[in-house]
């Protein structure tokens, strides 16, 4: 991979986890759902189509938004919530949840992820309150480290190695862990396409991460 590949590669990753950290840590906001359907964004998504994960989840989308509503908003809203919020959670978001002992929040993961983010100066929003290990904060650290590598793509390569090294063990020590359970529990409960393609969607981008990744 050349260097103006593997810029575009970082790019396209950074756009993804930009756009799953709001997919699974926000409520569906009108606005950006309307943008979403009036972007045609799953006609260009940033990842190639050619992983059979990520053309299912272009196909549900994009028939999705075919007949997206605005009143269809409440479904989403209504989907979101049981599959992340309760108060029977379908779909845990949360790493110590899948893979402590006892699978309970705050635990040895929790403080795993916190020690990652404070390495490069970052803390949870919620701290103490909320545990550091939500998929949605842990995609934003995933997009945090493409956007810190990036700009150094050109003038400081040991400087992209060194974050891109980071990255690739917190993935290997983390997300890669659990991520792929908890999507297909998203997959296998979601009431609406629009999350059920999402999820399909994101095993694609862990699937191009990993590769990306490994070719280091």
Known sequence: MNQIDYTETLSSLLLTYGFFNKVFLEKPDKDFIFSLSEENLFDEWPLASDDQDTETGIRLLKSYFDTWQED???????????????????????????????????????????????????????????????????????????????????????????????????FTSHLIKWVPDFLKAVTEHAETDFFKGVALLCQGCLKKTEEVLNNL
Request: proline share 5%; glycine share 4%.
């Open 72 to 170: 269809h908003l409440q479904q989403l809203t209504t989907d979101f919530n049981q599959l992340f919020i309760g108060p029977e959670i379908k779909a845990i978001p949360y790493e110590s949840a899948w893979l402590s002992k006892e699978h309970l929040l705050f635990e040895e993961q929790t403080i795993e992820v916190r020690a990652f983010y404070k390495t490069f100066g970052l803390q949870a929003p919620n701290l103490n309150t909320e545990p550091d290990d939500h998929v949605g904060l842990e995609f934003a650290f995933m997009f945090h480290l493409l956007a810190e590598a990036l700009p150094f793509m050109e003038s400081d390569e040991k400087k992209v190695l060194e974050i891109i090294k980071a990255q690739k063990c917190f």
